[in-house]
């Protein structure tokens, strides 16, 4: 009986702290104190259980948490010695409803974009109910024209890039975006959007962010 009660008290701390990636990752490298961390879940741990647990439970099923992440390789592969990161400012966004005429315009602005031959941003991303454009702010006028009869969800201006080149081995890797949204987290700056291919991480910032973001990545992964 003792067991399974203790079995359950691990699955609900694993749980718990799965949820958490900032407690999971300082967990698996060690770095955080079991006993206050236990006490500060332990509130949520009882509440799910319906009952009163000793904080030294907590503590153990932590300890066998981290053993169990660690025994799994799930520890995170970090990245490091990035060299590659590319700033672009001044762009736009413009966020449209989709319609059944968005791709048709959309085709025309990739056409006026060529014509125009000049080294200018653009990027898109599809959903499902919406479409987001990207551009330069010399591209704006063009848009607007291109794009009159589509529904503006909504539109920034004053927006800056940072493109970030990744190894090839990242792609298989799982928490490798989450390296680098967890820097900006930390420093509360805010990610208006993200943009990602094969090797190539695009993250879109408020300009007055732009600078301390360079830093932060410059700072932690170079």
Known sequence: MVLIFMHTISQKVEEYISKQPFLLEALSDGIINYSALARSVKPHIEKSLYKNIKTGSIVMALKRLRLKINKKGEKIRKLNNIKDITIRSNLVEYNFHQSKTIRKNYNKLLEEVIKRDKDEFMASTWGIHE???????????????????????????????????????????????????????????????????????????DQKDIDTAFSLLKSHLT
Do not use: D
């Open 131 to 205: 479409v987001s454009i990207f551009g330069s702010k010399s591209m704006e006028a063009l848009i607007q024209k291109i794009f009159k009869k589509e529904k503006i969800l909504s539109k920034y201006s004053g927006i800056s890039s940072l493109t970030i080149r990744l190894p090839e081995w990242s792609v298989k890797t799982p928490a490798i975006h989450y390296q680098i949204l967890k820097i900006f987290a930390w420093h509360n700056i805010n990610i208006l959007e993200t943009i990602s291919t094969y090797t190539e991480f695009t993250l879109l910032l």
